[in-house]
């Protein structure tokens, strides 16, 4: 079996790594680190998390480096500061045993002078986060001329987040030889963009199958009606007594909600998304490392970069309208060679975007009924059972107050005694479970009464949905979605920028492949439409109107797909620039 050593890493990195518990390098591991060793050209791989993408390039990244020098000879770039931070943590743990190395984390919600400080100091390698990296670099504070090796992680989350100008702009400042790894979990056309402007005859690794799954993630889904989500994602904790889980939920507000009514209920649980202070979210995660909490109710933003270990299930409170969300998500579970659960708790209208993802991460997902209240109540018991035999005796301790409590419980027989144990551990869930709702299972085979009728003669129940706007707001369509780069960050640029008056507070969006669907206050429409009309997102033309119930954008953006149709993959590398500022991302609806 391969070992580090014969990988070609050096004596005191290998002292430093079987200190940590690394026997055998992992499949990422095999491939990266002797490439990074001797060979000349880029790279880009496709590998989940979880699969030990940075000790692939941190190994030989530090290996790489002249200690007789402070100047700044590699530079990493994440998405957030909690994947910031957790990469420099560990290659401080790698460089261990190498004396005069720094690597210094630079990221926003933290004192930009201390990180001046740092820098002035001497830093051969910075791990940073976009935003913060280029306001250094405006400020004259960072000097990458001696750069000779840069590392992009989690490059589609950095995509997804609009960071593709500031990325432009950061390795402006890079010298041209230098030695270039994009690591990414998928691989969206504007991987092949960037790999195209700025890589040299890169090669491609796929740890895994491209653009799927991790292969050590079991997928089921719970389809039931909308009101009984909440209750079906008691049922799946409930019934799962050692649950440590993420709940992924599609707004901030949705996010919120659901934390709050699990706390109500008795859970250990907090909310982790956008309108949390950053002091917020650093006590939210701690709890969270520390076990503290068992579930972390999370929006996709916040989660992004989230590195923990034994995560047991990731549960999606409904599915993202992109597979490469759901990719992200569900490889937040079943790392590191260990076994996980994805669960999705879905309605019947949204088999259609389960039906895509199964294609696209190459996996079939098992339909499963919620579980009843006598099965959870008697998995609780089975699991206080389990608990019981395994918990350590103090025997010298214990024994000085068996005998008093001996004689208070003596006149209680096996049976009795062992029914109070059961009730005091479980007259909570008895008693909840006792006039519990019966959930309603939908068959994801069932057709509608109408479906047949309807197929082919009019647009889907989410079409319907999609073009219909909340109450008080008004629905505004523009031709430009996915397929071009244009996402909801890229949305709220172009308002911030182009549409004069007070801002623009935007409710729901809907990105779809060639169109965008996205709801503001009536009062608002008019000037919005206005502004957008005949505005460029990179080169497109902007048609903009407010949306007609009565029209079908998903047959005429079809059409426009199906006439502008090109060939894709790596080798291509085309594809649109998907625009933002590191403003947006900052920027609260």
Not at 89 to 100: P, R
Not at 413 to 429: A, G, I, P, T, Y
Not at 520 to 540: N, P
Request: net charge positive.
């Amino acid at each position: 079996m391969t070992t580090f050593q014969d990988l070609g890493v050096r004596e005191d990195l290998l002292r430093a790594i079987e200190e940590l518990g690394f026997e055998y390098p992992m499949p990422v591991q095999e491939k990266v680190i002797p490439h990074l060793l001797t060979q000349d050209n880029d790279v880009v791989a496709l590998a989940q998390t979880g699969t030990g993408k940075t000790a692939a390039f941190g190994l030989p990244v530090l290996q790489r480096i002249d200690t007789g020098s402070t100047a700044t000879q590699a530079l990493i770039i994440a998405p957030t500061r909690e994947l910031c931070l957790q990469i420099g943590s560990d290659l401080a743990d790698f460089s261990k045993y190498i004396s005069h190395l720094k690597v210094l984390p630079v990221y926003g919600g933290s004192s930009i002078m201390s990180q001046i400080r740092g820098l002035r100091q001497g830093a051969q390698i910075i791990v940073a986060t976009p935003g913060r990296l280029i306001d250094l670099i405006d400020r004259g504070e960072v000097n990458l001329a001696n750069v000779h090796t840069v590392i992009l992680d989690e490059a589609d989350e950095m995509l997804n987040m609009g960071f593709l100008e500031s990325i432009d702009a950061i390795l402006a400042n890079v010298p041209d030889n230098r030695k270039m790894l994009m690591f990414s979990a998928t691989m969206p056309k504007e991987i092949g963009v960037i790999a195209k402007k700025y890589m040299h005859d890169p090669l491609e690794f796929v740890i895994g199958t491209r653009n799927s799954g991790a292969e050590n993630v079991k997928h089921i889904y719970y389809m039931v009606k909308a009101q009984d989500k909440y209750l079906t994602l008691k049922r799946v904790a409930d019934n799962t007594p050692n649950i440590y889980g993420i709940v992924f939920c599609r707004t901030r507000k949705e996010t919120q909600e659901v934390a709050d009514a699990l706390i109500q209920d008795g859970y250990n649980a907090d909310s982790l998304h956008g309108d949390l202070s950053q002091q917020q979210r650093d006590m939210v995660m701690k709890k969270f490392r520390d076990r503290v909490l068992s579930m972390l109710v999370a929006t996709d933003v916040a989660a992004r970069g989230l590195d923990v270990d034994n995560v047991s299930h990731v549960i999606n409170y409904g599915l993202p309208d992109d597979t490469a969300i759901y990719t992200h998500r569900s490889g937040r579970t079943g790392r590191a060679g260990k076994t996980g659960v994805s669960v999705a708790i879905m309605h019947s209208r949204e088999k259609g975007k389960l039906r895509e993802i199964e294609k696209k991460i190459g996996k079939t997902f098992e339909h499963k009924d919620v579980p009843t209240p006598d099965h959870i109540i008697e998995k609780q018991l089975y699991n206080l059972a389990d608990r019981l035999e395994r918990v350590e005796v103090n025997e010298q301790e214990i024994g000085k107050y068996l005998s008093g409590v001996s004689r208070k419980l003596e006149w209680l027989s096996e049976q009795d005694l062992l029914k109070r144990v059961l009730s005091l551990e479980f007259n909570r869930l008895l008693d909840y479970y006792k006039d519990a709702p019966v959930i309603e299972n939908l068959s994801p085979d069932k057709p509608k009464k109408n479906d047949r009728k309807q197929r082919g003669e009019k647009p889907s129940d989410a079409e319907k949905d999609r073009r219909t706007a909340a109450r008080g707001m008004a629905r505004v369509y523009v031709n430009v979605g996915k397929r071009d780069g244009f996402y909801a960050g890229n949305l709220i640029d172009i308002l911030n920028h182009v549409v004069p008056g007070q801002r623009v507070d935007v409710g729901r969006i809907d990105l779809m492949p060639g169109y965008s669907l996205f709801d503001v206050k009536k009062s608002d429409a008019s000037r919005v439409v206005q502004a957008l009309k005949g505005s460029d997102f990179y080169g497109k033309r902007i048609h903009c109107e407010q949306a007609d119930a009565a029209k079908d954008y998903a047959r005429a953006s079809a059409r426009k797909m199906r006439e502008d149709a090109t060939g894709g993959g790596f080798e291509a590398f085309s594809g649109p620039r998907r625009g933002g500022s590191k403003k947006m991302n900052r920027h609260k609806r």
